[in-house]
């Protein structure tokens, strides 16, 4: 198949990397989890003793600590400085930190810089928050994935009981308003669906009809040459 970028944004926990990571395999293209790189500057904040609100500090932890991604065939797995972190950029504390982080406009230059060098060639599958606005506004697909937020907390619910993590339904509601909130009213590049974006509404869908109507559109676009 033709190598063309696709761009998956929408808010947390809306289902972009499920639908993407399966995306990038049927077309074999390569995935790009773009929170888990903001996520990983959060982790490195933690480690190193760096504030969340010390902007310069944090764009030299990106500088001095590499994020890089490796495909294996048990999935993705993400590297800071070549020490996996793919589970501890999970973790409560992050997810509770990480909106603060991706405010900073020069982490968001670092890190945005680096994303476009990955998709530069096409055949990439990247979702985050800003990808068909800010990272990537030429890719031929872009897609806008939204669904409520009780549909959202019972996914992560489901996700950390599957995984052994005990949560609290109530509090993961909270959580991922929270973090709507923050990710959408930020000044620089909030979440914002592009113009030229498909909304998907995943509320009461399947993964596999997700997946379906996204091929649908990407179809589309590219019978429209
Ligand atoms: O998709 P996620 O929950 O792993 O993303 C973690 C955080 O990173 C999210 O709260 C907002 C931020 N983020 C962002 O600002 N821009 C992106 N392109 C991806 C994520």
């Excluded at 399966?22 to 903001?38: H, Q, V, W």
């Excluded at 190193?48 to 010390?54: I, K, L």
Aim: hydrophobic share 40%.
């Amino acid at each position: 198949m033709e190598k063309f970028n696709i761009a998956i944004d929408g808010p947390a926990s809306s289902g972009k990397s499920t639908v993407a990571k399966i995306l990038a395999k049927d077309y074999g293209f390569i995935y790009t989890d773009t929170g888990a790189m903001y996520r990983s500057v959060t982790y490195l904040a933690l480690k190193h003793g760096v504030a969340f609100d010390d902007e310069a500090g944090l764009v030299a932890l990106i500088e001095k600590y590499p994020i890089t991604f490796s495909q294996t065939p048990d999935g993705q797995l993400v590297f800071c400085d070549g020490e996996d972190v793919t589970a501890a950029v999970r973790s409560t504390e992050v997810t509770n930190n990480v909106s603060e982080v991706s405010a900073h406009g020069k982490v968001r230059e670092e890190l945005v810089y680096q994303q476009q060098k990955i998709a530069a060639d096409g055949g990439v599958v990247m979702d985050g928050r800003d990808i068909g606005t800010a990272v990537l506004p030429d890719a031929r697909v872009k897609i806008f994935l939204v669904a409520s937020v009780k549909e959202r907390a019972e996914r992560r619910y489901k996700e950390n009981l599957e995984k052994g993590i005990p949560t609290d339904l109530e509090t993961l509601k909270e959580e991922i308003q929270q973090r709507d909130f923050l990710d959408s009213n930020r000044d620089v590049s909030p979440l914002k669906q592009a113009e030229d974006a498909v909304r998907i509404d995943t509320t009461g869908m399947s993964i596999p009809d997700v997946v379906q109507a996204i091929k649908d559109v990407v179809a589309e676009k590219i019978s429209q040459g």
